[in-house]
């Protein structure tokens, strides 16, 4: 596994909510990747283990309310499976979405994965005349209205490449049919790779 570096920005912390700079190169992400991969076996291994001894409802109740998974970047740090859910395929589209960006953007060598509640783009760079992309993970990008909200949130960003990046199952990977807006935010779709 490539060494990777991880920057926790000062600030405040919620028990679930997690603020995280993460600096990527090209050879990073594979190893980030397989973190989410541990992290999710380690949690699979308790739920198994869980639901072979509890009745069915106290079985939903311990996966609920009780913290049956990790932080999907560090085993040892517990969380709420429903928390796990949430940030490890939010985390995921980054790294894909880190991916996809590396390939459009080859004199680009470093990027900020800014996971969680960090503050700024989900992925942003100086490099290659800046690189500012707004990243999630739903059933459907339209949930919340989430795919527009996030196309305005890039349109503001003084980047030159500015991306809306996202994982559903509803679409293939591709260009997204949301037309391109005056600021040229590119939206794509990651699909679903795991």
Same mark, same amino acid.
Not at 64 to 76: E, I, V
């Given at each position: 596994m490539s060494r990777r570096r991880v920057i926790f920005v000062v600030g405040t912390y919620h028990l679930y909510a997690m603020t995280k700079q993460v600096s990527v190169t090209r050879s990073d992400v594979e190893g980030y990747r397989d973190s /989410? +991969?541990?992290?999710?076996? *380690?949690?699979?291994a308790q739920i198994a283990a869980l639901a072979g001894t509890e009745d069915s409802l106290e079985f939903l109740f311990q996966?609920?309310?009780?913290?049956?998974?990790?932080?999907?970047?560090?085993?040892? +740090?517990k969380l709420n499976l429903i928390e796990q859910l949430n940030q490890t395929f939010t985390y995921l589209a980054s790294f894909?979405?880190?991916?996809?960006?590396?390939s459009r953007?080859?004199?680009v060598h470093h990027l900020t994965l800014n996971l969680g509640t960090a503050a700024g783009s989900d992925i942003e760079s100086a490099e290659g005349g800046g690189i500012a992309?707004?990243?999630?993970?739903?059933?459907?990008?339209?949930?919340?209205?989430?795919? %527009?909200?996030?196309i305005k949130k890039v349109s503001g960003a003084k980047a030159r490449h500015r991306y809306v990046l996202?994982?559903?199952? &509803?679409? &293939?990977?591709?260009? #997204?049919?949301?037309? *391109?807006?005056?600021?040229?935010? %590119?939206?794509?779709? /990651?699909? #679903?790779? /795991?």
């Open positions: /989410l +991969r541990a992290s999710a076996k *380690q949690t699979q996966l609920k309310f009780q913290s049956m998974g990790c932080d999907p970047l560090n085993l040892s +740090r894909n979405g880190a991916n996809f960006l590396f953007h080859l004199d992309a707004e990243v999630f993970a739903s059933v459907t990008p339209r949930n919340n209205g989430k795919l %527009i909200k996030d996202f994982m559903s199952p &509803e679409r &293939e990977v591709g260009p #997204c049919g949301v037309r *391109q807006n005056d600021a040229g935010v %590119i939206v794509w779709s /990651l699909g #679903c790779a /795991l």
